[in-house]
């Protein structure tokens, strides 16, 4: 018989599916209330006896995605050898990133509202005389290097970014709408627009490209010499996520960590912290050419579809020279619409590609931009909306 | 051929997919069993050529069903997965009534919007009644289709029924077998998977692996069949680009049976690899040294 949320099921069957739905959500797998009403339909169509039987059936209903088989299959060996023990032995079971204790949203401008009212009136002074910043000293700004600046400087900077958004639409998809100024036939509303004049055509009702943005994929360097530029960079994907649906971001040094979703937390402070807690090697060593072929392999067909654009954060200092690296980014390349390399080593105005590695990553890049300051990240929101150009290699000296 | 009723439990399911020469894993079966038992969708993720498309196939012959197949694709809408209406058949009709003096609005519009000029796309072909039961609705790589048709699909999957504006709406009689498949090259949404009954279909073990290529090439010698499927198995532990699927095995064990090959030897083998690896950067990694280590382990008698 059927259950639903009107007979409540009773039973052992039913608190151990109960039990376990909370130990599968406690590990990170989400299940709703109506998953379990569903689990507990189907327990009653298969043989209970049969431990095959009922792991397979759980698992259909219970896990949506491929990387919690694995969670699913230890918190079942777990759960279903002894009820009693394994409240204490799930600790031992390893936990997703995404639902390890995201850090309190403790940023600065809370703790410093919270902790010192008299300090309000004395911010309120100080902008006032942020206004007053003279045109020139914006100009400075703009043109002043991210690792020499001062905290308050930075803090500037992180809010002019937090107003920066990309253009809305620049791939034509194969979608159409109507348009009154399409270059289509839509035979449809043409038809019925037609029938109010007994059958002629009188209105020819036209469609158009639907345009949609791109997606974009970021991959970011987080060594030693380059986590000043990556966190500024970051505070700038944060901003354009809230816009834009299909932006992912991934962090590589020793290796490749996906913090897509950690940066999705409305709060910069909040997504840039729970970004570092996720990834163990920040600041260490880089190995570029493992981190692309990683990047390569597991996540290029997943989220380098319909026309992605890559930006690729990185000095190209290899820490082995590496013969793969070439390989892996024309691998790269060859995977999406337009790859576009930001290396703070741009700042140098005589720089010349002498280093092993980005002599080999260069012939691949479709461009070559710097990423040091404020005015070359409206350069590459600029070079984001243009359309794309055929040719290769253009590299912009420092600005 | 007459409709088969529903399988009435794991076993049967079992023995229904293995008459057709379809072996699965228990796993596959049981959520088979269920999506067919519960009327959920199935959704079937996993590698290219691992039998996500075939098991639709298998289950309409073997139920008698008809097989109503949706390829998808980016920029796939309505009025090609739904229905369109047959315009130019629409307006020789409004001719032809003009010339026949008829001037009545109302009775051209119920005329002109009727149901012989629907063209009714495989969605809607779902919905309909069947003599043998309700067809098998295969709606094949989701994944290549955008969030719009996702969207879409999901309000069809919930309802099981579509709204005409001009003729109404239409409800299947009873739901439709539906199995989704998905190359995984982009997520899909949750909404989605959670109305569906999931199941990732991963590579067979070897002993499967030889099971189904002896069921589907007969003529294969015992001796052939080991070292391929040895071979094959070796393959997908390589760092290949795209490891060769279940269809590669297949596709090979009958290319290698034609040419008369009694057992695998690098020349052979080397004619052959564009059955097994469809990347031209895989293909050359497999020559000298890594093809004559993988050979030695397939062939070695142990």
């Not at chain 1, 403790?106 to 008299?118: L, T």
């Not at chain 1, 979608?175 to 020819?204: F, V």
């Not at chain 1, 026309?307 to 790269?332: K, N, Q």
């Not at chain 1, 005589?350 to 350069?379: T, W, Y």
Request: glycine share 6%; proline share 5%.
């Amino acid at each position: 018989m059927p259950i639903d949320h009107l007979n409540p099921p009773t039973g052992l069957i039913a608190d151990n599916v109960v039990g376990f739905a909370r130990a599968l959500r406690a590990a990170g797998i989400p299940v709703g209330p109506g998953a379990i009403i569903d689990a507990m339909n189907a327990l009653q169509l298969i043989e209970i006896g049969s431990r095959a039987d009922v792991y397979a059936t759980l698992e259909a209903i219970f896990v949506t995605r491929h990387e919690h088989a694995l969670i699913f299959a230890q918190a079942f060996d777990l759960f279903f050898r002894a009820a009693e023990d394994w409240k204490h032995l799930l600790d031992s079971v390893p936990l997703p990133e995404h639902a390890r204790k995201k850090p309190p949203p403790a940023s600065r401008r809370v703790q410093e509202a919270m902790s010192q009212p008299s300090m309000r009136e004395e911010a309120s002074q100080l902008r006032e005389q942020e206004l007053r910043l003279s045109v020139s000293d914006k100009e400075l700004l703009q043109k002043k290097d991210f690792a020499q600046m001062t905290a308050a400087e930075i803090a500037e900077v992180t809010r002019a970014i937090a107003e920066m958004r990309l253009p809305q639409a620049e791939l034509h998809t194969r979608r159409y709408q109507p348009d009154a100024r399409g270059l289509r036939l839509d035979m449809r509303r043409t038809l019925r627009g037609s029938l109010r004049t007994g059958g002629e055509i009188i209105d020819i009702r036209k469609l158009g490209r639907i345009d949609k943005p791109a997606p974009i994929v970021a991959l970011l360097d987080i060594s030693g010499s380059m986590s000043e530029y990556t966190r500024l960079f970051l505070h700038f994907l944060h901003a354009i996520m809230d816009a834009r649906k299909r932006v992912s971001v991934f962090l590589f040094g020793t290796r490749l960590t996906n913090v897509t979703r950690s940066l999705r937390a409305r709060d910069p402070d909040q997504a840039l912290a729970s970004c570092s807690s996720s990834v163990e090697d920040w600041a260490g060593g880089t190995r570029i050419a493992t981190s692309l072929h990683t990047f390569n392999k597991m996540w290029a067909r997943r989220v380098l579809g319909q026309g992605a654009i890559v930006l690729l954060i990185s000095d190209g200092l290899e820490r082995e020279g590496d013969a793969r690296l070439a390989f892996e980014m024309d691998r790269l390349h060859r995977s999406c619409r337009r790859l576009i390399w930001l290396n703070p080593l741009l700042r140098y105005g005589g720089f010349e590609a002498k280093a092993q590695g980005i002599k080999m990553m260069l012939p691949h890049v479709d461009e070559f931009r710097p990423v040091h300051n404020l005015s070359s990240i409206e350069g590459l929101i600029d070079a984001l909306s243009a359309p794309v150009a055929h040719h290769r290699n253009l590299v912009r000296p420092a600005a | 051929m007459s409709a088969s009723a529903l399988p009435k439990s794991v076993d049967a399911t079992l023995a229904l997919l293995t008459s057709r020469g379809y072996l699965a894993e228990r796993s596959l079966a049981t959520v088979t069993y269920l999506s067919l038992r519960m009327g959920r969708p199935l959704f079937l993720e996993g590698e290219a050529g691992v039998g996500k498309t075939e098991i639709a196939k298998v289950l309409s012959a073997a139920l008698g069903r008809k097989l109503i197949r949706l390829q998808c694709y980016e920029g796939l809408d309505v009025a090609s997965a739904v229905y369109e209406w047959n315009s130019a058949a629409q307006m020789i009709a409004i001719r032809l009534s003009e010339a026949a003096g008829e001037t009545d609005r109302e009775q051209l519009s119920s005329d002109i919007f009727a149901e012989r000029y629907l063209i009714k796309r495989p969605l809607l072909q779902a919905l309909e009644p069947d003599v043998a039961g309700p067809p098998v609705l295969l709606i094949d790589e989701l994944d290549r289709a955008d969030e719009a048709f996702e969207a879409y699909l999901l309000e069809i999957l919930s309802d099981f029924q579509v709204t005409i504006p001009e003729l109404g709406t239409v409800k299947a009689p009873a739901p439709p077998i539906v199995i989704i498949t998905s190359n995984r090259t982009r997520e899909i949404h949750d909404a989605l998977k959670r109305r569906c009954l999931y199941h990732w279909v991963d590579y067979p073990s070897a002993e499967r692996e030889l099971a189904i290529v002896k069921t589907r090439v007969p003529e294969i010698s015992a001796k052939l069949s080991q070292q391929v499927v040895r071979f094959v198995q070796a393959l997908r532990d390589q760092d290949f680009y795209k490891s060769p699927g279940v269809a590669e095995t297949i596709d090979w064990a009958t290319a290698l049976t034609e040419l008369d090959a009694r057992s695998l030897t690098p020349q052979v083998v080397g004619d052959t690899l564009g059955a097994l690896l469809k990347y031209q950067d895989d293909i050359t990694r497999m020559q000298g040294d890594t093809l004559q280590k993988v050979l030695k382990e397939a062939t070695s008698d142990n």
